[in-house]
């Protein structure tokens, strides 16, 4: 059976959030927007999201921050960083902190749906239910 | 300003911090060129019917003089010609006085005078011009050089609208391939991308407002919508420096007359200097942009909590070539204080409290 994950996109940008939401849910996910680090941390969606899509630029905290801080409250989600200013430095220390992908805008439909596929794998142990 | 001036090679940065007070515009007040013809009128009685032994015609050096301030270059030199002309008519009304020799002498005299009144006059007139000239090519490298520092957030805001049209077509398509086609899902998506073209063309509108070099177009301006322009520009630098905004708008600002791109020039320029303040210093991160209507004038501040300025420097901030930033210029506030004072206003910065720095300038509503 094929359980496709759910996923949550924080992005404080809110037509890119909903455009983004749109597009999983075009590829049948079933995707929810956060406008920020603090409303994704405060909702009860942690525990049943099993990828991560987010902005690295936030005012509040940076997508790679939240990331680090999922991991640190042992509730670690697979991630994809999304960003508007890609730097090989960023992009280094995001995927050497144990990121699945990192993205620069605009970000093509299959490039995002090939590191959606990779954080499936890398949720489940068994890798093999997408 | 007559025609383009050409910047001659000899005019340095230095003498345009000094030049930028002189007059740039001409005068539309209707008192000045009557009180011209008045004197003119005066001189040529007193110098026909009077036995004065001066030089009479050498007073028209007056009215030259004056109308410098209202004619262009042909109209000042048609008001000598006028004055050497009433001269010589004068003379011909009193053949006797004229004919002596103290009369030859006062009528060559007063015709020397008014012709080298009338090419100084001009001269200055043409070295008025080169500098008003040099000074909007400043004011236009000065807006290169703060678009070049906005550059990466500009990318930034254009990239999102990109970003959200990319995704909302791959879902447009999406949507249409399925079977059925959800069309509700698709049109939604459609609405989305035109709303994100604007967007990121509003943006596109913005920057090229910003690099097109024209003179100075004073117009009837809002302060206030200048303001929000500066801010849209610079809200990607704003956000990546993660520096909260509060604006407090003044509603009873009345129109006033200016340069729109220039003013916003001055604003883009000392709210990215609160962003370095800010990023040089380690407390908190706020900006406050804050109108005030003051009499008859309006009163724009930028208020940071940044590194703050050292106390005695106040005065030579605003000096070409002076800076506290390590790999500044020292260009952008000279060339906001050149911008204000053309626009009959002034601009000084003061300490904030509990830290950071002030930065305000202050616009007259009526103008002269």
Known sequence: ?130 | MQGPAAVPAGLSFFSYNAAVKLPILKTTNPLLPAGAALLAAVIFIADTFTDLEVAMPAFYTAVVLLSVRFCNRRGVIYVAAGCIVLTIVSDFLTPDAAASESGIINTVIGIAAIVTTALLALKIESATAAVYEARSQLTHMGRVASLGELTASIAHEVNQPLAATVANGNACLRWLAAEPPNLEEARHAIESIVKDGNRASAIIARVRALTQQQSAQMTAIDVNEIIREALALSDGELKVHRIAVETRLARDVPRLKGDAIQLQQVMLNLILNAVEAINMGAGPRQLAVVSQREGDAVTVSVEDSGVGLKKDRFDRLFDAFYTEKPGGMGMGLAISRSIVEAHDGKIWAQANSPRGAIFRFRLPIERS
């Open chain 1, 1 to 130: 059976m094929t359980i496709k994950p759910s996923i949550a996109v924080v992005e404080d940008d809110e037509s890119l959030r909903e455009a983004t939401v749109g597009l999983l849910r075009a590829h049948g996910f079933i995707a929810k927007g956060f406008a920020s680090p603090n409303e994704f941390l405060g909702s009860n969606r942690i525990r049943i999201t099993s990828c991560l899509i987010a902005d690295m630029r936030m005012p509040e905290m940076s997508g790679l921050a939240l990331y680090g801080q999922l991991v640190a409250q042992g509730t670690p989600i697979p991630t994809i960083i999304i960003t508007a200013y890609p730097e090989d430095a960023v992009r280094s220390r995001a995927l050497a902190a144990g990121v699945t992908a990192y993205l620069a805008k605009p970000f093509s439909e299959q490039e995002l749906l090939d590191s959606i596929d990779v954080a499936a794998r890398r949720g489940s142990p068994s890798g093999l239910k997408h």
